[in-house]
C-alpha cells in the first residue's frame, strides 16, 4: 500500500506553531519525526534526500531559505497564520523577553515604536517567512513584490489555519488523517494576563504605524496575506464540511458572510417559479448545516405542507431547541424563521429540522409528513 506524503508545518513563530506541533507529534513515532530543533534547513533536507524524505511521517520547524519549495510534491504543508497586529506585538515581546542576541539587546533598548522603525520587517514578518521558506530574495521596500508567488503557496496547503482556530484546525486534520478526535488543545507558550497593559500601549503604536507612508505599506502586505489565509482556510474548511456531509448534500445559498447545506433526509428537488425547491423525504429529523460569520437568523419558505401541522415542527442544535418561528400564511404557503446568534462563530454548525409525526401509521410515502422548501438564506 502507497505510504502518504510527510506532513510539513511550516512553524511562523508567534502563531501558536508549538501547541500545534505538540499535538501532531503524538500520532508519530519518533523515528518518523524530522526536524534540527526548532528550525529546519534546505542543507539539512538535502543531505536527507528528496526520496527518503517521503518516508518521512512529519517535518516540522521554522523554515530556512528553499525548504518550503524543495518540499513542495514531497510533504503536504499545513500552517497557522495571524492577525498581524497580534503577531507582530506577540513577536516583539518574545524578543525583548527572551535572548541574548543584537536583536534581543536592540528591542529592549529601542522600545517597540522605535524598533518597528529600525525593523520595519517585522511588520510583514509571516510574508516575509513565507517568502523565505520559498527561496524567494524579497527587498524590504518591494515587499509585494513577492505576492502573487506566496498566495499560490497558500492556496497549494494542504490545511491552513488562523490562531483564532486553533481547536478547529487540529480537528479537521486529525479527521483528514483519521487520527482520534482531539480534546482539546493545550496552547503552549500563552502570554498571561500581566502582559495586557503592555499590549493595549502597543496597538496604539501600531495603529500609528499603520499611517506612516512606509510602515503603513508593509502592514498592508502582511494584511493582505493574512486576508486570504482567511478565505482560503474558510474554503478548506467548507470542501471538508461537505465531503463529510456525503453525497445527499445540497448547498442552497451561498455568500461571503455563510452558506448554507442541506444534509440528511433533504432530497427530490422541485422548481418552483424558476427557483429551485427541496422536499424532506420523510417524518423525523431533516439536517440543515451552516456557517456564519455574524449573527443572523436562517430563512427558508414554505411551498406545501403534506400532512404536517404547523404547531408539531420544532428545530433543535444539539440538545436545545431553538425558538424557531414558523408560520402558515392564508394562501396556504408559509415561511421559517430559526435565529442563529449562538451559532455563529464561522465555524460549520448543524440544526434539526423535527417534524413530530403524531400519525405513526402513516409513514409511506407519498402520505408522510412532509415540506417543500425554498428560497434558503441567511439574514
Same mark, same amino acid.
Given at each position: 500500500?502507497?505510504?502518504?506524503?510527510?506532513?510539513?508545518?511550516?512553524?511562523?513563530?508567534?502563531?501558536?506553531?508549538?501547541?500545534?506541533?505538540?499535538?501532531?507529534?503524538?500520532?508519530?513515532?519518533?523515528?518518523?519525526?524530522?526536524?534540527?530543533?526548532?528550525?529546519?534547513?534546505?542543507?539539512?533536507?538535502?543531505?536527507?534526500?528528496?526520496?527518503?524524505?517521503?518516508?518521512?511521517?512529519?517535518?516540522?520547524?521554522?523554515?530556512?531559505?528553499?525548504?518550503?519549495?524543495?518540499?513542495?510534491?514531497?510533504?503536504?504543508?499545513?500552517?497557522?497564520?495571524?492577525?498581524?497586529?497580534?503577531?507582530?506585538?506577540?513577536?516583539?515581546?518574545?524578543?525583548?523577553?527572551?535572548?541574548?542576541?543584537?536583536?534581543?539587546?536592540?528591542?529592549?533598548?529601542?522600545?517597540?515604536?522605535?524598533?518597528?522603525?529600525?525593523?520595519?520587517?517585522?511588520?510583514?514578518?509571516?510574508?516575509?517567512?513565507?517568502?523565505?521558506?520559498?527561496?524567494?530574495?524579497?527587498?524590504?521596500?518591494?515587499?509585494?513584490?513577492?505576492?502573487?508567488?506566496?498566495?499560490?503557496?497558500?492556496?497549494?496547503?494542504?490545511?491552513?489555519?488562523?490562531?483564532?482556530?486553533?481547536?478547529?484546525?487540529?480537528?479537521?486534520?486529525?479527521?483528514?488523517?483519521?487520527?482520534?478526535?482531539?480534546?482539546?488543545?493545550?496552547?503552549?507558550?500563552?502570554?498571561?494576563?500581566?502582559?495586557?497593559?503592555?499590549?493595549?500601549?502597543?496597538?496604539?503604536?501600531?495603529?500609528?504605524?499603520?499611517?506612516?507612508?512606509?510602515?503603513?505599506?508593509?502592514?498592508?502586505?502582511?494584511?493582505?496575506?493574512?486576508?486570504?489565509?482567511?478565505? /482560503?482556510?474558510?474554503?478548506?474548511?467548507?470542501?471538508?464540511?461537505?465531503?463529510?456531509?456525503?453525497?445527499?448534500?445540497?448547498?442552497?445559498?451561498?455568500?461571503?458572510?455563510?452558506?448554507?447545506?442541506?444534509?440528511?433526509?433533504?432530497?427530490?428537488?422541485?422548481? /418552483?417559479?424558476?427557483?429551485?425547491?427541496?422536499?424532506?423525504?420523510?417524518?423525523?429529523?431533516?439536517?440543515?448545516?451552516?456557517?456564519?460569520?455574524?449573527?443572523?437568523?436562517l430563512h427558508a419558505e414554505i411551498r406545501i405542507w403534506h400532512a404536517?401541522?404547523?404547531?408539531?415542527?420544532?428545530?433543535?442544535?444539539?440538545?436545545?431547541?431553538?425558538?424557531?418561528?414558523?408560520?402558515?400564511?392564508?394562501?396556504?404557503?408559509?415561511?421559517?424563521?430559526?435565529?442563529?446568534?449562538?451559532?455563529?462563530?464561522?465555524?460549520?454548525?448543524?440544526?434539526?429540522?423535527?417534524?413530530?409525526?403524531?400519525?405513526?401509521?402513516?409513514?409511506?410515502?407519498?402520505?408522510?409528513?412532509?415540506?417543500?422548501?425554498?428560497?434558503?438564506?441567511?439574514?
Amino acid at each position: 500500500m502507497a505510504r502518504m506524503p510527510a506532513l510539513f508545518y511550516f512553524h511562523v513563530a508567534k502563531t501558536a506553531g508549538t501547541s500545534m506541533i505538540n499535538e501532531i507529534r503524538q500520532h508519530f513515532a519518533e523515528a518518523d519525526i524530522l526536524n534540527e530543533g526548532v528550525n529546519v534547513t534546505l542543507p539539512f533536507l538535502q543531505a536527507y534526500g528528496r526520496e527518503r524524505l517521503r518516508d518521512v511521517g512529519f517535518i516540522h520547524g521554522h523554515p530556512g531559505s528553499g525548504v518550503a519549495a524543495y518540499l513542495e510534491g514531497v510533504a503536504d504543508a499545513i500552517m497557522l497564520l495571524r492577525n498581524p497586529m497580534d503577531q507582530t506585538i506577540s513577536n516583539y515581546l518574545s524578543l525583548s523577553r527572551i535572548g541574548t542576541d543584537l536583536v534581543h539587546r536592540t528591542a529592549t533598548r529601542l522600545g517597540f515604536r522605535n524598533f518597528v522603525h529600525t525593523y520595519p520587517e517585522f511588520l510583514a514578518f509571516q510574508t516575509l517567512s513565507l517568502a523565505t521558506g520559498l527561496g524567494l530574495r524579497v527587498r524590504t521596500d518591494h515587499v509585494y513584490d513577492c505576492l502573487p508567488e506566496v498566495l499560490r503557496y497558500l492556496e497549494s496547503t494542504f490545511l491552513l489555519g488562523t490562531f483564532e482556530q486553533i481547536g478547529t484546525f487540529m480537528s479537521n486534520l486529525a479527521r483528514m488523517k483519521q487520527w482520534p478526535a482531539p480534546v482539546s488543545v493545550r496552547h503552549l507558550n500563552q502570554s498571561g494576563q500581566e502582559q495586557q497593559p503592555a499590549r493595549d500601549r502597543l496597538k496604539e503604536v501600531y495603529a500609528e504605524a499603520m499611517i506612516d507612508t512606509h510602515l503603513g505599506a508593509m502592514i498592508a502586505v502582511e494584511q493582505a496575506v493574512y486576508a486570504k489565509a482567511r478565505s /482560503i482556510a474558510a474554503n478548506q474548511r467548507g470542501r471538508t464540511a461537505f465531503r463529510d456531509l456525503g453525497e445527499t448534500a445540497r448547498r442552497v445559498w451561498r455568500s461571503a458572510s455563510g452558506e448554507v447545506i442541506l444534509g440528511q433526509n433533504f432530497g427530490q428537488r422541485e422548481t /418552483i417559479d424558476g427557483e429551485p425547491a427541496w422536499w424532506t423525504l420523510e417524518a423525523g429529523q431533516s439536517h440543515i448545516h451552516f456557517t456564519t460569520r455574524l449573527p443572523a437568523t436562517l430563512h427558508a419558505e414554505i411551498r406545501i405542507w403534506h400532512a404536517v401541522d404547523p404547531t408539531r415542527i420544532e428545530v433543535w442544535t444539539g440538545e436545545d431547541k431553538l425558538n424557531a418561528r414558523i408560520e402558515r400564511t392564508s394562501d396556504g404557503f408559509g415561511s421559517i424563521a430559526v435565529p442563529l446568534e449562538r451559532l455563529a462563530d464561522d465555524n460549520w454548525a448543524t440544526i434539526t429540522l423535527h417534524i413530530v409525526d403524531r400519525y405513526v401509521s402513516i409513514n409511506k410515502p407519498p402520505w408522510y409528513p412532509r415540506l417543500l422548501l425554498h428560497r434558503f438564506r441567511l439574514g
